[in-house]
């Protein structure tokens, strides 16, 4: 007789679904970035964008299908859904401007502010938003809202600055460069909250990959298909070391005492009492 199966709720303890924050996780996120601007642009524009759009959308949903099934973080999976994510942004991002006629302040605030209900929510059901807590599928679907409302708000931000402040796509790219470092300078010298150092840093990700990714298809003309190849081929290489390395696996100490943080103020399935 086979086993009984039990569905999993949103609490039930999980290894860590996200990786440690080394070096190599910024790099690759940054090519990320760099690379589904370019990859958008040319599902959407060179393509077309009714294919273009049923393109972003099934690479979307497959992706997701992906990391879900697993239970523990697998690179792969997780910068697969990442790289998804950063089209599907871009796409949704672009649409907002384009066909509806939103102007880039109102797609900068709509989705500022979507990002700061997601954050509302995640922590006042989880009492947390650290990247050592995503040990639950309920957290796990919390963290992606979250990447998914900052790359939307990073390529607005990107095209607000390049278009609305006149900066062009070069000096919009170095101003996220720098305005990058804030949040880890404040960290290192002035013992600024890690998480909230994470968080900022992360969400300038966007408009600084995709800032020079603009950069290189519409001011240099190298083309958006031949601009996304090659942080492609970068990226996969990057993904495949540490899939073998293992060097951004989060120990599972921290993992399990952030799972375990809130469970004298917090019950397994209701947000703080």
Known sequence: MSRPTRSRSAHEPLAAKVPEIVGLFWVIKILTTFMGEAVSDYLLTDIGIAVGAVIE??????????QFRTRRYVAAAYWFLAAAIAVFGTGIAD??????????????TLWAAILAVIFWRWHHSEGTLSFHSITTRRRERYYWGVVFATFALGTALGDFAATVLHLGFLASGISFGVIILIPAVARWRFGFN?????????VVTRPLGASFADYFIKQLHVGAALTSLIPAIVVLILVA??????????????????STARQSTLTPDSPQQ
């Open 57 to 66: 959308v099934a690479l979307i949903i497959v992706a997701l299908s992906v």
């Open 95 to 108: 649409a907002l401007h384009v066909l509806l006629h939103i102007p880039y302040g109102g797609t900068v």
């Open 194 to 202: 890690a998480i909230a150092a994470f968080w900022m840093s992360y």
């Open 241 to 258: 070391y540490v899939s073998i390395t293992r060097k951004d696996v989060q120990p599972p100490g921290e993992s399990a005492v952030a």
